[in-house]
């Protein structure tokens, strides 16, 4: 006990400034950092019963996002790839996480009913689920983000196109009730119908996920900090090169970005420039972009000198005809 003593009194200053610092180190700034991220095989992600093999590989791109504190931020300033970014109020809301979420389970569902749609597959829709992902500030409502709604004055809502046109069949003003789901609790919300772009509307943002019934069955293996629905695009090529005879790939390593729909619209991501710098070391032979981000893409490859060919394409069957040509 004296010996314990004798030390703390003789390091106690030590002691107290490796504290502090060690407290500051782990506690969390309001910032975050984007950095170049890298390549994610999907064969890792999803597996089809009785898939054809490949010679290459089809893979996902993503950015590497790390919390702001003391040691990451000191990092990024002396790394010019690694960018800091101030959160708000959205990237710091633990609602708009979870969105998040079930937007990457979107990006899988939209993926796999096109794809197996392409591939002339058995697909088929067997319900919807609409959540509420953005509720906009000209909106009267109560409707919190993450509601999953389910009757609007006790009409059964299965999809956005049944939403859209009850929502049609109100005047501007009325007042509706919105049963919705939350937590598994059932909750009775309120709104009042407004009118933007000539047009009615509850004033909020749907996000619309299809429950399917597949033949073969598909099982999907994301981990738990993946969210976003930015790998759409390269889901649905890799779902169809599995369910058709034909290799797609030719035997390269193909990566991409970009969302998808059910109906093979490719959508614009963020963090292109992050993700074209985590790829350039994987050899890879092939990046498909969306064409809204083919422009930044190019500058980014240009400014770096990088060799690696980056096509834009704006749809499923833009990209899947690309790459079905041997070249």
Same mark, same amino acid.
């Given at each position: ?11 106690y200053?030590f002691?107290?400034?490796?504290i502090v610092l060690?407290?500051?180190?782990i ?5 975050y ?12 992600r ?15 791109s993503?950015?590497?996002?790390y919390?702001?504190r ?10 010019k790839?690694w960018?800091?970014?101030?959160k708000?109020?959205?990237v ?5 996480n979870?969105?998040?979420?079930l ?10 009913y096109?794809?197996?749609k392409?591939?002339?597959?058995k697909v088929?829709i ?8 953005y ?7 109560d409707l919190?983000?993450?509601?999953k709604?389910?009757y609007?004055d006790?009409?059964r809502i299965?999809?956005?196109?049944t939403?859209?046109?009850?929502i049609?069949s ?6 509706v ?5 939350n ?19 509850l004033?909020i ?6 429950n399917?019934?597949?033949d ?7 981990r ?8 759409g ?5 890799? #779902?169809?090169?599995?369910l058709?005879k034909?290799d797609i ?5 193909i ?6 729909d059910?109906?093979g619209q490719?959508?614009?991501?963020d963090?292109?420039?992050?993700? #074209? ?7 890879v032979?092939l ?5 809204d981000?083919l422009?930044?893409?190019?500058k ?7 060799k ?8 499923f069957?833009?990209?899947?005809n ?6």
């Amino acid at each position: 006990m004296k010996k314990i003593k004798t030390f703390i009194k003789d390091t106690y200053k030590f002691l107290i400034i490796y504290i502090v610092l060690f407290i500051i180190s782990i506690i969390p700034l309001p910032y975050y950092i984007n950095a170049p991220g890298g390549l994610i095989n999907i064969n890792d992600r999803v597996s089809i019963d009785n898939s054809y093999k490949i010679k290459g590989s089809l893979n996902l791109s993503y950015v590497s996002e790390y919390d702001g504190r003391v040691i990451s931020l000191l990092i990024a300033l002396l790394n010019k790839n690694w960018d800091i970014e101030k959160k708000n109020k959205v990237v710091m809301n633990q609602d708009y996480n979870y969105i998040d979420k079930l937007a990457l389970e979107q990006a899988y569902n939209n993926a796999t009913y096109l794809a197996y749609k392409k591939a002339n597959k058995k697909v088929s829709i067997t319900s919807n689920d609409l959540y509420v992902e953005y509720i906009f500030k000209e909106s009267k409502t109560d409707l919190q983000i993450k509601d999953k709604i389910e009757y609007i004055d006790n009409k059964r809502i299965d999809n956005k196109d049944t939403l859209n046109k009850i929502i049609s069949s109100y005047n501007e003003n009325d007042q509706v009730i919105i049963t919705v789901k939350n937590k598994d609790k059932e909750y009775k919300r309120k709104a009042k119908i407004i009118k933007a772009d000539n047009r009615l509307m509850l004033g909020i943002s749907i996000l619309e996920i299809s429950n399917l019934k597949v033949d073969p069955d598909i099982k999907y293996n994301y981990r738990k900090d993946e969210s976003g629905p930015s790998g759409g695009l390269m889901l649905s090529l890799a #779902i169809y090169n599995s369910l058709v005879k034909q290799d797609i790939t030719h035997g390269k390593t193909i990566v991409g970005t970009g969302t998808i729909d059910k109906n093979g619209q490719v959508g614009p991501i963020d963090g292109i420039k992050y993700k #074209i710098k985590g790829v350039v070391k994987k050899h890879v032979d092939l990046f498909l972009v969306p064409k809204d981000n083919l422009k930044e893409a190019l500058k980014v490859k240009k400014k770096n000198h990088y060799k690696i060919k980056i096509v834009g394409v704006s749809t499923f069957d833009e990209a899947l005809n690309y790459l079905q040509k041997k070249d």
